[in-house]
């Protein structure tokens, strides 16, 4: 019997698989639809690192697990191949993205297809081809036709390395997420998309959307939705007032002081009062310095500059208190301004203390006063607040805002998505300023407004794209009254390019329309989506936002874009994280061309939970390439012409069915693996196996190891694909055990355990129970009160 080679093997069924067309579907005819989808690659690397592999092959055995069952399966694949992370790789390699990208491309389908995925290859998108991009624009015009884009001034993340703006999202830490450079504040014109109007029902549709529970409790911490009341506070002797959003109106009373944040309009307008003015207008510049996360960094002792000769009153009692201007106050969240109560809030009490500033405390725990040297935060009664002296707080907080004439307020955490980019690898914005009509969407029929081959395509850190520097891009037409206008030079953000890729896949080579309406009914939502628990807050975000808005807009008739969503762990090496700066970046060809793909896959998957990720060793992929060894030799096991019938063997293979299904829904594929790995194990202790049993054990190892799987499957004789085969069902009688072990308790405490007949009726578990030598010994001559007899456990004789 000849060796197994895997190299040759995959070669020759992925060129079969081609030929034959095995995994492409019949979109218009499929019975059984079912999409299965991975998150596609942004080819900023020269190609494909194992961590790609990982998430990809746990998604594709998912796909063939389901294929197997009957469904048609649908699994496209495609290149997230605009936006800054590909744009920097070109910028490191000093080549132009236009060339490097398209070398990557085609470096990582090659490496894709040598993994022996179900990729209907017929359906590939890249976000870089106009056919794809034309109706990323075309979905922008949408949105600012809508009322859903709009551009304003805004404080900004920006990243000096980069040379571009950041959302909030891709801060980490007070770090840009690409390249982990400090991020800094600028004041830019942007655009933004009004995700906020749909932070309710994002937020609501979390309660049933079938998702990991990480990543759901991810976004509900990102929405960030907060109940409370909108209070005014009046400037004295001003027309101004200073509305402020807060979750505790029942501490009003204790409200000893006002903070706005330093870009807060109020500061402008009262600048001719405010007695210090060049003191605040130095703290305003120093605060611009600073990045979000610098402002509300928790561990951080918090600044702040009094407005002196500005004075609020306090609605709840009249008194007058000081307004005092901090960086920690953000004015992109709630109103830009907060009102201070030192006694029940922390970062408050720690300020109060340091500028000398009042503390009352007004909540109590057991309705006295008492010397606070910390704030207290919890429920209470009511002191020193009036009239509402004794009230419980959760009363409270009703009764003041009603007092105070306050409105009922819901607060969110959640921002506007910041989508101007300015950088030149990405969309152009189709928008054009015109002197006489403002600002003018691109008309749908000039599209695409295609990206310009521009030579110096670095960042010039202006704030301005490479785009600005190409006068015959910049120059144009308005489309409106056809007088000169000027283009748009900002590009879109990557995100938005990912934000829809789906609805495109099944209508990939659609010239007309972004998708076909009959075809994204019939397909869509995604049945499976498995992805990267990182992208929780961006890209998942941003595509249920993009799918809400279709279906506002009679584009579709379902707001949310996957049916399920699983996220996939982190695989890590040796303990740390992959990473080009830390060289320990695992290439998948090495393996392919040791080991082939069938092993990769499955030493991969067997590396634990799928959602859990797992570590990389070296050393460990033997094992697995010694069990596909062991699963090729059994080949020479087989009898075909007896039907050989071993009972244990056949208990054995229906369970190992059972956990094998139960593994691959679950995706807890190690676990499936392992179960395979024992009854592997068994079947290599018989002389002779029966070919039945060789190919449900071949059927049910077809998702992990398709390829050796599929030469084993034709060695057995058969002609068509394994992958065609239908997916076994475990036989019910086979799953019951024939033998327990029966516990025995006297008065409830065990005492004895024997083996018995799984199918024993309780009066034969009680006599022999009473015969046995140690049970003799508490029953002899004493009367049995009780037999409590529980199948398939434990019999407890009460006396």
Request: aromatic share 12%.
């Amino acid at each position: 019997m000849e060796n197994y080679k895997p190299q040759g093997i995959e070669k020759k069924w992925q060129k079969i698989w081609e030929r034959r067309k095995t995994f492409q579907v019949n979109l218009k005819k499929a019975k059984k639809p079912y999409y299965n989808l991975m998150m596609f690659p942004y080819p900023s690397a020269e190609g494909l690192h194992v961590g790609n592999v990982y998430a990809f092959t746990g998604s594709d055995i998912y796909g063939r697990f389901r294929k197997m069952q009957g469904y048609d399966v649908f699994e496209p694949i495609g290149f997230d191949a605009f936006g800054i992370h590909s744009e920097n790789f070109a910028i490191q390699k000093k080549i132009h993205p236009k060339v490097l990208i398209q070398k990557n491309v085609n470096n990582f389908r090659r490496q894709l297809k040598n993994l022996g995925c179900l990729f209907d290859w017929r359906y590939e998108v890249d976000t870089t081809k106009p056919n794809y991009y034309t109706w990323t624009q075309w979905l922008f015009l949408q949105l600012f036709k809508s009322g859903l884009a709009y551009r304003k001034k805004a404080p900004v993340d920006w990243c000096p390395s980069c040379k571009t703006v950041l959302a909030d999202e891709q801060v980490i830490d007070g770090k840009c997420e690409r390249c982990d450079t400090n991020v800094i504040q600028k004041e830019l014109e942007q655009w933004f998309f009004k995700i906020t109007k749909y932070a309710e029902r994002l937020l609501k549709n979390l309660d049933w959307i079938n998702w990991s529970e990480r990543t759901k409790v991810a976004q509900k911490n990102w929405i960030g939705r907060s109940e409370g009341a909108q209070i005014e506070f009046k400037i004295q002797n001003s027309k101004f007032k200073i509305p402020v959003f807060t979750t505790r109106p029942d501490t009003l009373f204790g409200c000893t002081y006002l903070i706005i944040s330093p870009e807060h309009r109020l500061i402008e307008n009262l600048k001719l009062k405010i007695k210090n003015w060049d003191e605040v207008q130095k703290y305003i510049k120093e605060s611009k310095k600073k990045t979000e996360s610098e402002r509300t960094e928790l561990i951080k002792e918090k600044t702040g500059v009094e407005l002196k000769r500005i004075k609020a009153v306090n609605p709840a009692n009249q008194e007058e208190i000081p307004v005092f201007v901090a960086d920690y106050v953000l004015v992109s969240y709630g109103t830009g301004a907060i009102m201070a109560v030192p006694g029940h809030d922390q970062r408050d009490f720690d300020f109060a203390k340091k500028y000398n500033l009042l503390i009352v405390e007004v909540i109590s725990p057991d309705g006295k006063e008492h010397i606070l040297t910390e704030s207290y935060t919890g429920e209470g009664i009511l002191i020193n607040s009036g009239k509402f002296n004794g009230i419980e707080s959760e009363k409270a907080k009703l009764e003041i805002t009603k007092f105070v004439k306050a409105k009922k307020a819901v607060n969110y955490h959640l921002r506007d998505w910041l989508i101007s980019r300015q950088r030149y690898w990405g969309p152009p914005i189709p928008i054009i300023y015109c002197k006489k009509c403002g600002i003018v969407p691109a008309s749908e029929k000039d599209l695409p407004i295609e990206l310009p081959h521009v030579k110096n395509f670095r960042p010039a850190g202006a704030g301005k794209s490479p785009l600005a520097s190409v006068p015959n891009f910049v120059k144009t037409k308005c489309p409106k009254c056809k007088g000169p206008g000027q283009r748009e030079t900002d590009v879109s953000d990557t995100f938005l390019d990912s934000s829809w890729y789906f609805f495109r896949y099944p209508s990939a080579n659609l010239k007309n329309s972004p998708f076909d309406k009959k075809l994204t009914e019939k397909w869509l939502p995604v049945d499976m989506y498995i992805g990267g628990q990182e992208h929780a807050v961006l890209h998942l975000l941003y595509t249920r936002f993009m799918t809400m808005v279709l279906k506002d807009l009679s584009h579709i008739n379902f707001e949310e874009p996957f049916k399920k969503f699983r996220a996939h762990g982190l695989l890590t090496k040796e303990g740390t994280k992959m990473s080009k700066s830390k060289g320990n970046v695992v290439n998948p060809d090495d393996y392919y061309k040791k080991y082939g793909a069938d092993t990769l896959r499955m030493y991969l998957m067997f590396l634990g939970p799928f959602s859990e990720g797992g570590d990389w060793q070296d050393r460990g992929i033997m094992g697995t390439y010694r069990f596909l060894n062991k699963v090729w030799n059994l080949r020479s096991k087989v009898n075909y012409g007896l039907s050989i019938k071993n009972k244990e063997l056949d208990r054995l293979i229906h369970k190992t069915i059972k956990k094998v299904t139960e593994d691959i829904e679950n995706l807890k594929y190690n676990t499936a693996i392992s179960a395979l790995m024992i009854l592997a194990n068994e079947l290599e202790k018989e002389e002779k196996i029966s070919s039945e049993y060789y190919s449900l054990f071949l059927i049910l190892l077809a998702p992990f190891a398709p390829h050796i799987t599929e030469e084993l499957w034709q060695k057995l004789g058969h002609k068509e694909s394994i992958s065609l085969e239908k997916w076994p069902e475990p036989r019910p009688e086979l799953l019951k055990e024939e033998k327990i072990t029966l516990i025995i308790q006297v008065n409830g405490k065990v005492r004895d355990k024997i083996e018995v007949s799984a199918d024993i009726s309780k009066e034969k578990a009680r006599d022999l129970a009473v015969s046995q030598k140690k049970i003799k010994n508490w029953v002899e001559g004493k009367e049995i009160k009780k037999v409590i007899f529980v199948p398939n456990k434990l019999i407890n004789i009460v006396i």
